[in-house]
Every structure is written in C-alpha cells, then in structure tokens.
C-alpha cells in the first residue's frame, strides 16, 4: 500500500500541552504532506517535507522524516483548543502517477 | 478568491439515479482529483486528471466516471447510484502532480 498510516487514531491532550502525531509509509517517496481538517470541511494543506529533508518547521509546527525507518512525525507545540482537528500524512510515491495517498488521520482533542 | 468549489453541498438520491458532482477551481492548475472519505476509512482517491484532456483511476474507480474537457472543470458522475456510494466526496487540484492539495468543501452524498 503506498497510504500513510498515522498514529494515534486519536489524542487528547490539555491545551499548552505539545501533540505529536506519526506517520509510517512503505514506499519510496518523493515528498510527504501534512494536511488538516475539521470537521465537515475540506483538508488544508500545512506542511510539505521532501525525501532530502530530515525537518521542517512552519510557526508551531516541526515535521521530521526519516526515510530510513519510512516515517514522519508531526509536532504541534503549545497546543490550543482551535488545534482540535483531523490531521492526516499523504506520501508522495516516487512510483505511478505523483498522487498522494492519504490515511485514516489523528484525531486531535485540545481540552481548553 | 474561491478556489475550489464544489456543488452541490448535499444531495439525497436514490438508488438507480444519474448524479453528476462538480468541481471547478480558478486557479489554473494542471492536476485535479477526487476523493471520497468514508469514516474509518480515511480518503480514497477515485479518479485524477494530470491535464486537461486526461485522465487516470485511483483506488476506487467502479461505479463512477469523469471528465476533464477544460483546465478548470472536473465533474465526476455515478451513471447508476448505490447505497455504498454514500459518502463525502471532495474535490482537489494541485499546480502539478505531487504538489501541495488544494481541497474543496465536498458533497455530501446520501444514496438510499
């Protein structure tokens, strides 16, 4: 399978609190995308890693990859309450035709 | 700007009936998608379009069909609706393939 798989499904945790999400994949990538989403809306794109890349950093988010082990890590310092959302990866398989592959998410709960 | 827009916002259809979903972007870009989010399920791509005049299937292709005429319009149409085509769908584009997503709102399609 070329999706991004995350874990965990889902995370609650205090608001201040810092939140990281994973994501495994099982092919050779080109990039990888984070995206977000809430509830009842489209996904919003938030982070893009390339495979040279081993961390990114965009305001209170850090994403590192680590194409060795196939994974990527999401990072959300200081959380807040409006955090509260679906988070998924896509990697980009450097096979096919450059579509992403999107997995099931993490929920992420910030308890105010 | 609107970006991407999707129509209709919700549809209830009957089993057997014609339905066509439409997307349109005003951002010129090359590559176009569909996906449809199923609970538990993540999104699954159903078709894409790298350029106007082609197009290719995702994951789940069987029971739906699209069009990419013009750069800017990419109607995915269910010639005959079953109830396991209940979902959310949401349309995306992306300047290139592989690049950042851009998603619309979706269509929240009920299929009795």
């Known amino acids: 399978s070329q999706q991004g798989e995350e874990d965990p499904q889902a995370l609650s945790i205090q608001e201040g609190e810092n939140a990281t999400m994973n994501c495994s994949y099982k092919?050779?990538?080109?990039?990888l995308q984070w995206y977000r989403q809430n509830s009842g809306r489209g996904l919003v794109h938030l982070i893009l890693?390339?495979?040279?890349?081993r961390e990114k950093h965009s305001g209170r988010l850090r994403v590192t990859l680590d194409t060795s082990k196939k994974s990527s890590s999401l990072l959300i310092t200081a959380s807040r309450a409006a955090d509260t959302a679906s988070y998924f990866c896509?990697?980009?398989?450097?096979?096919?035709?450059?579509?992403?592959?999107f997995g099931t998410g993490t929920r992420l709960t910030v308890i105010p | 700007i609107a970006g991407i827009t999707q129509a209709p916002t919700s549809q209830i259809l009957a089993a057997g009936r014609r339905m066509t979903l439409r997307c349109t972007q005003d951002?010129?870009?090359?590559?176009m998608y569909w996906y449809r989010q199923d609970l538990g399920l993540g999104l699954r791509l159903i078709h894409y379009?790298?350029?106007?005049?082609?197009?290719g299937k995702g994951e789940v292709p069987d029971g739906y069909s699209v069009s990419r005429a013009n750069t800017d319009d990419f109607p995915l149409t269910l010639a005959s609706a079953v109830p396991s085509q209940t979902s959310v769908y949401f349309c995306?584009?992306?300047?290139?393939?592989?690049?950042?997503?851009?998603f619309g709102a979706g269509t929240r399609l009920s299929v009795l």
């Open positions: 896509a990697p980009d398989a450097r096979t096919g035709a450059n579509n992403l592959f």
């Open positions: 995306a584009s992306s300047d290139r393939p592989g690049d950042i997503q851009y």
């Open positions: 092919t050779s990538i080109n990039n």
């Open positions: 379009s790298n350029t106007a005049g082609t197009t």
């Open positions: 890693i390339r495979s040279n890349e």
């Open positions: 951002m010129r870009h090359n590559a």
